[in-house]
């Protein structure tokens, strides 16, 4: 089976820079993770969705880069079953001109 969960939008404090520090900004994960289905070893796509917001809430992120590692770190700590996880966090409100984005695909 595979989850997709795309364009997850929320709130967060993520960045380097000083006024990244002070207010929220918006980000977009999009996630696709597999795994092998059975009756007792599915995956709550909600619980994957509130587990993702209240990491970044939480842990408040500098870089892109840690927040998908820790991203990566609790959904496979959690989610054991996992074989394959892909996710993209954006930032689409830090440059006037574009969305920027980073990515990985891990396989487990």
């Known amino acids: 089976?595979?989850?997709?969960i795309e364009e997850l939008t929320f709130d967060v404090i993520i960045g380097l820079?000083?006024?990244?520090r002070d207010?929220?900004?918006?980000v977009i994960i999009?996630?696709?993770a597999?795994?092998?289905y059975s009756d007792d070893k599915?995956?709550?796509y909600a619980d994957m969705v509130l587990l993702m917001q209240n990491e970044l809430k939480v842990t408040r992120?500098?870089?892109l880069e840690n927040a998908l590692l820790g991203l990566k770190e609790i959904l496979y700590?959690?989610?054991?079953?996992?074989?394959t996880l892909s996710i993209k966090i954006s930032k689409p409100d830090i440059l006037d001109t574009c969305v920027v984005s980073l990515s990985n695909t891990w396989n487990f």
């Open 1 to 4: 089976m595979t989850i997709h």
């Open 17 to 20: 820079l000083d006024f990244e």
């Open 23 to 26: 207010k929220s900004q918006r």
């Open 30 to 32: 999009n996630l696709k």
């Open 34 to 36: 597999s795994y092998d």
């Open 42 to 44: 599915f995956i709550d």
């Open 61 to 63: 992120y500098k870089l």
């Open 77 to 83: 700590t959690t989610y054991p079953q996992l074989k």
